[in-house]
């Protein structure tokens, strides 16, 4: 399957979820807002959310700063 992840086209396995995709991206134990569609993805959905063929993902994480 394919999805398109911080603009750029990406291969996945079929029933990926959004905390195996943020492992596979190097994003695991960041902190991390995901938005799928266009739609933010709460943290406690991430184990659930089974992505689908073309979904549009964003993956954004916090950077400290003083």
Do not use: F
Not at 43 to 48: C, F, V
């Amino acid at each position: 399957m394919q999805i398109n992840l911080n603009g750029h086209p990406r291969d996945c396995g079929n029933n990926l979820t959004i905390t195996q995709l943020l492992h596979e991206a190097g994003y695991a134990g960041r902190r991390v807002a995901v938005e799928v569609n266009q739609e933010i993805v709460p943290r406690s959905q991430h184990d659930a959310y089974a992505l689908r063929e073309g979904d549009k993902v964003e993956i954004v994480h916090a950077i400290g700063g003083g």
